[in-house]
């Protein structure tokens, strides 16, 4: 069996939102603009990636998962940024929803369900300083590859600002991955999630809470 792109786990605009999902508003100033490392030589990069993305094509499903996996894990477990072959390879991945999606969840290193962790609605407490690194890792990569490969990488950063209840930060991120590629549908779809005020469920209890958060106590 090779590798198919099935659709994002995370159905956005098909299922009901939790209920437990209620407004807060943002909690980030209108003022602080992201501004995205530079990079260079597209070309080069993009080849790269391509390259990666025919080897990944070519591996039976649950291989290729395996494989992108391990990848992640190394690079979050270490204190080092990755080569920018690793780079290419986590960019390659990212271009596969299935993947994408799986990576995303082990970010935050929480071992309960994939939809529960994407939507920020575990029992357990994320680790908040390899959510951070994860972001520093993520936005290295982003200076090793090219528009045409930018959207996941992107997504999956404003994933983690709406994880920390960076809500206008996060918007950012995902209009910056639309503006690579405006057909990217996780982007899309957790854009318009943001845009109606859903709020990360981690940010409603103080013991789960990304740590620089207010939280009124009661």
Known sequence: MKF????????????????????????????????LP??????AKATAVQHHME?????????????????WAAMLDSKNLPSDDDCHALVANL???????????DIPGVDEPM????FA???????WPR???????LLHAYTRTSPQHAAPVLTAIGYINWWEGRGSKAHQ????????????????LSDQMIGSGIVAGWNMNKNTAYKTLRYDMP
């Not at 530079?38 to 070309?43: C, I, K, L, R």
């Not at 939809?115 to 994407?118: G, T, Y």
Request: glycine letters at 2%; proline letters at 9%.
């Open 38 to 43: 530079t990079s260079g030589q597209e070309t």
């Open 55 to 71: 080897t990944i094509r070519t591996q039976p499903t649950d291989a290729a998962l395996q494989q992108a996996r391990k990848l």
């Open 131 to 137: 959510i951070e690194w994860a972001q520093q890792l």
């Open 115 to 118: 939809q529960q962790i994407l």
């Open 173 to 188: 991120f995902l209009q910056l991955a639309l503006d690579t590629d405006p057909a990217y549908r996780l982007a899309r």
């Open 4 to 35: 198919s792109i099935p659709a994002p786990v995370p159905q956005v605009a098909l299922r009901p939102i939790n209920a437990e999902f209620i407004y807060r508003g943002s909690f980030i100033q209108p003022t602080n603009h992201v501004t």
């Open 95 to 105: 271009q596969f929803p299935a993947i994408r999606d799986r990576l995303i969840a």
């Open 121 to 127: 609605q575990t029992d357990e407490a994320p680790k």
